[in-house]
């Protein structure tokens, strides 16, 4: 199935990339592998703020998680043109506004990396970190950055 089957079968709409809040590029592409910037969690088109452990749960940061996958695919998009042409996944960095005691980065980062298996099948399986930081730029809940290979 491609990918943009599989996108439709999901019912995702890839959006534009959105423009820099500050100093910086939303990708740059160096030789076979494409760098996408961090992007932070949207709801309703504002940044989606919050902190775990705090004001939300796991499942709520999961679904945050979630939603900057389908923006980094827009901006992946973007950069190449054609998903087909993502080789793979490579690496994928989430940091997660959290309180000190919150210690389920990795689950509410879970929310990227599931729906990027289930898009890119085999392509879609990549290296991860998850950290837990104590804010992120507008008070946005995660930010995740990403790097693919492409043709």
């Not at 709409?13 to 910086?24: G, K, Q, R, S, T």
């Not at 709801?43 to 775990?52: I, N």
């Not at 705090?54 to 939603?67: F, I, N, V």
């Not at 996958?69 to 960095?93: C, F, N, P, Q, S």
């Amino acid at each position: 199935m491609s990918i943009q089957s599989q996108l439709d079968q999901l019912g995702i709409a890839l959006p534009p990339v959105a423009v820099p809040a500050a100093a910086y590029v939303p990708f740059v592409r160096t030789g076979n592998l494409v760098f996408l910037s961090g992007h932070i969690a949207r709801k309703d088109g504002k940044p989606w703020v919050g902190r775990l452990g705090q004001d939300m749960a796991t499942a709520q940061g999961a679904e945050a998680a979630r939603a900057v996958a389908i923006d980094l695919m827009g901006t992946l998009k973007a950069a190449v043109g054609d998903l087909e042409r993502v080789r793979r996944i490579v690496k994928v960095m989430s940091l997660v506004n959290s309180t000190p005691d919150f210690v389920e980065q990795h689950l509410v980062t879970n929310g990227c990396s599931e729906l990027l298996a289930q898009v890119f099948g085999e392509r879609g399986a990549h290296a991860r970190s998850a950290f837990g930081v104590p804010t992120l730029p507008l008070g946005a809940c995660v930010e995740i950055e990403l790097i693919a290979e492409v043709e």
